[in-house]
């Protein structure tokens, strides 16, 4: 593996912990959606340069499921759910950015204190590879953790996910079966939450979750 | 001439190694478990699997006793190609496996038969019979196993069927309570087990028992022996881990009662034998401690909580919980001459101590089978409600009488013989060089003895009040005796008392081969001693003659009856009895068993029990009637149980919480969880 192969996966992945940043701060929907796809254009070249790197040609598949699917679908598809709920203004979130971000950071630092001594005994490249996956899934959990809107909520689980891709690739030998059930689990995943945003706003007309702790009997 | 005739029996089985009868005995068992299920509710299926159990059983005592009087016949374990992932199933009779799996199975063999008059009362036989077979082959799996996954199979597998058969009969709330809590601690027994296993495996992972003796590292001895106590111990009832037992021992049907109480606390036993004296290496001197201070209170505790006493068969449970405690006195005691050098004192305490497993195990399934036969007749587990039964059922009566002095170690019964032998070992203890085990002994033996006193005047309590005097209730007037296969199995279990207290030289023979796998010595030949006598360590020193007790009381009796016959008067009188002055003829004013156990009471109990008497009289001139109220306490349980229960209740509560958050928060908590969990990874390096 060549200084510049190496130099340009990183690269790719590096990228992926960036535009993690950005689907966290950005606060607006039609533009986190835009950043969503170029989450999952990232992981779509990332993935397709491990194939080249590893041989692999099974991961171009992958890939293209993160292409097709995560790249163009589903933006296109919740930017439509978006439309048509009417709900394209700005997302509020529960802590404001500025912590947020900190946060997120220290998130990052985190992965990589934990995932470089655990994986001594890989090889350097995988070694950071984890620790960027490592930290795409931690800053994904927390945009789930901050958000009140149940499409960011979605939109955060989603970037979880490409994380997870990630790290499978990442790691040599993950098979292609399991990273098919993966893409497909996730879609399903987006097609139930699709059907019950529609299901909350028509109950509450909104789909800010707390109407739901709400109609439990419960303060947020 | 017994050896001769074991090498006979050996070259006609040699071609089919004794391991493999063993294994195969077993497999069958499980494939009755299967078939019972199909068959069992039919009065002839659920007798045709207890017959088969009972067939399969003498089968294994055979290959069992091949097994243990010629070591060798079978050397090459039997191996399974399945099991868990880590490993495959080895199964082979060693002397240890071979003299439980001897107890075992004659035992079962005898309460089989048993069963098959007795079972066909159950009202629900599918909930007993599937589960019957499957516990009797778990508990030769556990016997047989060479390796660590199969004994631990073999005993949860023992502990889940046992539970099964504990709930079989559901309906009453403190069954249901007594199947709670054995599972609970059953589940906590086999997590020790567990545990101990994974200590004497070692870093590499050696779970077979070969593997685990061979590796000399490094073992913490005091941590794998506090492991087994508390594993081995709560199954086998030590206090203060029986308080599952006296629940669930009696809320089995009868049958299974007995094995679980005559049986499986004895697997138990073999386990921690198998653990601390077999795979733990050399021990060290104070490893007897702990175990002879638990073997102590567990005897004396035992029969105070039975004393007190009125239902039969908890009566009999908590018996266990004390002749568990004598078992583990002479396991006690064979530590501390193993580790200061006394190999033969040593030897002398362990074979007492197995020799007492196997009494026990025969007495106490008669006893067990003898309260089942009263509860079948008679409906009633309560001892103030029977009485008068001897001239109803006999010759349940006689067998019954017969447990009774064995286990209150009389002679010339096995009981009496094997805790002989516990107190020869107890003399043995002055030899010890460590102060603390020399001023330790004769207290324990002190205890022993007291407890050995009191559980005659327990089982006087327990026999006089169930079988003599008038009957309490109107059910125990109506009795029947009961059927003529469990008559059989009751009085066969008393001839076995009998023939192991006559002759028990055989037995301490037979058990050499244990004795010197373990402690590395064997009792001198008790065959060649002169009128089948016994003398562990020399006869200048002590001997006892089993035979000659047994002739000496016959010919006594036979005397005494022949000259009561010959010279008393001919003349049958009838007159009423003597009635003290108070010519009331209910039963109810018949000396009944808390009359009985009341002087012992107000010794112990008001320490023990913090027994409180209240007595209401009624004023002068009045005809009313006058009250005692007595308050017994549970004081272990409210001491050790009690509080954990609260505990776990008020963490409860507490947690309670955590039901009703809102999706956030939940997804805010696994958030938390993971972050902190990959800080304390990230700084512990």
């Known amino acids: ?220 | 001439m017994g050896r001769i005739m074991v090498g006979i029996s050996i070259s006609i089985v040699a071609p089919f190694l004794l391991n493999q009868i063993a294994a195969y005995g077993v497999g069958i068992l499980l494939l009755l478990a299967a078939l019972a299920i199909l068959v069992c509710r039919r009065p002839f299926g659920s007798r045709f699997i207890y017959g088969a159990c009972a067939l399969v059983c003498s089968a294994l005592v055979g290959a069992a006793l091949c097994a243990l009087l010629a070591p060798g016949a079978g050397l090459d374990a039997v191996e399974i190609p399945i099991g868990v992932p880590l490993g495959r199933t080895w199964l082979a009779l060693d002397p240890l496996s071979a003299a439980f799996a001897v107890i075992v199975n004659l035992t079962t063999a005898i309460v089989s038969f048993y069963a098959i008059g007795h079972g066909t009362h159950a009202a629900e036989p599918q909930r007993v019979v599937p589960f019957y077979p499957a516990f009797v082959a778990a508990m030769n799996i556990v016997l047989l196993a060479q390796d660590a996954f199969s004994f631990l199979v073999g005993w949860e597998i023992m502990s889940l069927a046992s539970w099964a058969l504990v709930v079989s009969e559901d309906r009453s709330a403190s069954n249901r309570r007594a199947g709670i809590v054995y599972l609970i601690m059953a589940t906590g027994g086999a997590m020790t087990l567990l545990l101990a296993f994974g200590i004497l495996a070692g870093p590499e992972g050696g779970y077979t028992f070969d593997a685990m003796r061979q590796a000399a590292a490094f073992k913490p001895g005091a941590i794998v022996l506090a492991l087994a106590l508390i594993g081995a111990g709560s199954k086998a009832g030590l206090v203060p881990l029986h308080a599952w037992l006296p629940l669930a021992h009696p809320a089995a049907p009868s049958h299974v009662s007995a094995l679980m109480s005559g049986v499986m606390t004895k697997v138990a036993v073999y386990g921690f034998i198998r653990i601390v004296f077999d795979l733990s290496g050399p021990p060290s001197w104070w490893w007897s401690i702990p175990v002879l201070i638990v073997a102590a209170i567990t005897a004396i505790l035992g029969v105070l909580y039975a004393l007190m006493e009125h239902d039969l068969k908890r009566l009999l449970a908590y018996h266990t919980v004390e002749n568990i405690g004598i078992i583990f006195i002479g396991l006690g005691l064979a530590l501390a001459f193993e580790a200061s050098g006394f190999a033969v004192a040593a030897a002398l305490a362990l074979i007492a101590a197995i020799f007492h497993v196997f009494n026990h195990s025969l007495f106490k399934s008669l006893l067990f089978l003898g309260a089942g036969a009263v509860l079948s007749a008679t409906g009633e587990r309560d001892m103030e409600c029977m009485g008068g039964l001897i001239h109803r059922m006999p010759v349940t009566a006689f067998a019954f009488l017969m447990g009774c002095i064995a286990i209150s170690a009389l002679p010339p019964f096995n009981g009496f013989v094997s805790e002989w032998l516990t107190f020869q070992a107890i003399l043995m203890s002055p030899q010890l060089p460590q102060w603390i085990p020399r001023l330790l002994v004769p207290a324990v033996g002190a205890t022993l003895a007291c407890s050995a006193a009191l559980a005659a005047a327990c089982f006087v309590k327990a026999f006089g009040s169930t079988f003599l005097g008038r009957p309490r209730a109107p059910s125990a007037a109506a009795a029947k005796e009961t059927d003529r296969w469990s008559l059989g199995a009751m009085l066969l279990l008393a001839a076995l008392c009998l023939g192991a207290g006559v002759l028990p030289g055989f037995v301490i023979d037979s058990l050499a081969g244990v004795s010197n796998l373990l402690v590395g010595a064997q009792l001198a030949a008790q065959s060649d001693q002169p009128w089948l006598r016994i003398a562990p360590i020399d006869p200048a020193r002590s001997a006892y003659n089993g035979l000659l007790v047994f002739s000496m009381i016959v010919i006594a009796a036979g005397l005494t009856a022949l000259i009561v016959r010959r010279f008393a008067s001919h003349g049958l009188r009838r007159a009423p009895a003597w009635d003290c002055g108070f010519p009331d003829p209910s039963p109810v004013t018949q000396y009944s068993s808390s009359s009985f156990a009341q002087p012992i009471r107000r010794v112990f109990g008001s320490v023990v029990f913090r027994a409180r008497e209240h007595v209401t009289m009624p004023r002068a001139g009045d005809t009313g009637k006058a009250k005692l109220q007595l308050n017994l306490h549970d004081t272990l349980w409210e001491a050790l149980y009690d509080p954990v229960i609260r505990f776990v209740n008020t963490a409860a509560d507490r947690l309670n919480g955590f039901q009703f958050l809102t999706i956030r928060k939940y997804l805010m908590l696994v958030f938390a969880a993971l972050v902190l969990l990959l800080v304390i990874i990230g700084t512990w390096r």
């Open chain 1, 1 to 220: 593996m060549t200084p510049f192969e190496t130099d340009m996966a990183h690269l790719l992945a590096g990228s992926m912990v960036l535009v993690s940043f950005l689907l966290l701060y950005q606060d607006r929907m039609f533009a986190l959606l835009n950043i969503f796809a170029l989450h999952a254009w990232v992981l779509a070249f990332s993935v397709g340069w491990q194939a080249y790197l590893q041989h692999a040609p099974h991961l171009f598949i992958t890939a293209l499921i993160a292409l097709v699917f995560k790249g163009v679908f589903i933006p296109v598809a919740l930017h439509r759910i978006v439309v048509r709920l009417g709900i394209h203004r700005t997302i509020d979130t529960v802590v404001s950015a500025g912590p947020t971000m900190l946060f997120g950071m220290a998130l990052v630092a985190l992965s990589i204190v934990v995932m470089l001594p655990v994986t001594e005994a890989a090889g350097a490249f995988v070694r950071e590879d984890l620790a960027f996956a490592l930290s795409i899934v931690l800053l994904g959990l927390l945009m789930m953790v901050t958000r009140r809107n149940a499409v960011s909520q979605v939109i955060g689980f989603m970037s979880l996910e490409n994380g997870l891709v990630l790290a499978a690739t990442g790691a040599r030998g993950m098979p292609l079966v399991v990273e098919i059930s993966v893409a497909f689990s996730v879609l399903i995943a987006f097609i139930v939450i699709g059907i019950f945003l529609f299901r909350i706003r028509e109950r509450f007309d909104s789909v800010d979750v707390r109407a739901l702790d709400m109609s439990r009997g419960e303060s947020a």
